[in-house]
């Protein structure tokens, strides 16, 4: 992890030394595998704020790097953003047709100021290029959200992923749907809902309640795993149900 102003240029070094390639043979096998069972989707390398926090860095002294040296930070984005370049020509060409921001936005981590300053301006770049090539692409919201809800829809993606409310979030389904408008809403059901402690009532309700106010815009799922201690048998339930509410 980076420790001091001058690792960034290590990092710099390593990511514009980077080669990327499609292989298309494990694609193919990966195909084989799934069958109809799911379409395929990629996720991929977080953006390089979001990478600074997750990975790199840490998001405490990402933070203070952002206030005490902020023209390093700003220029290894702005490197970090050109390296990417051959991961998204790469992408752009790829048979692959849904592509996953897996950035783990969380509100507490990513409030409206940093999410408009230093990521919606990368969002904006690399969904430009995806919609150019004819893909579709969502983000994936797992954390705290309420903040951002108004923001949205400040990048032309088609929908949201892993989108969490309550009770483990911290927005209803109502303040959900309004933010999203037509936006696809990928999974949706609170991963608390499969643990034996909440009632199989309660589960039942939020699904119904889901396609009520999203469907056709709804890739219905588990926000965002089922826990390991979660009755697999509440997500067979929540199949039998769908297909009854068709």
Known sequence: RLKSPDDFRILEYILQDEQWFWDQQSYEADLKRIGDRGA???FFRRSPIQGLFIENMGFEKTIYAMNDYPEI?????EVA????????EVLCSSPVPILNFGE????HMDPPSIWNEYLIPYYRKRTEQFKQAGKFVHIHVDGAMKPLLPHLRSCPWDGIEAATPLPQGDVTLEELKEAMGDLVLLDGIPAVYFLPNYPVETLIDCVKRLVELFYPRLILGISDEIPPNGQIERVKLVGELVQELK
């Open 73 to 77: 930070v700003n220029h290894y984005v």
């Open 104 to 107: 783990n936005i969380d509100a």
């Open 81 to 88: 953003t050109r390296a990417d370049d051959a991961l998204y």
């Open 40 to 42: 395929p989707q990629f």
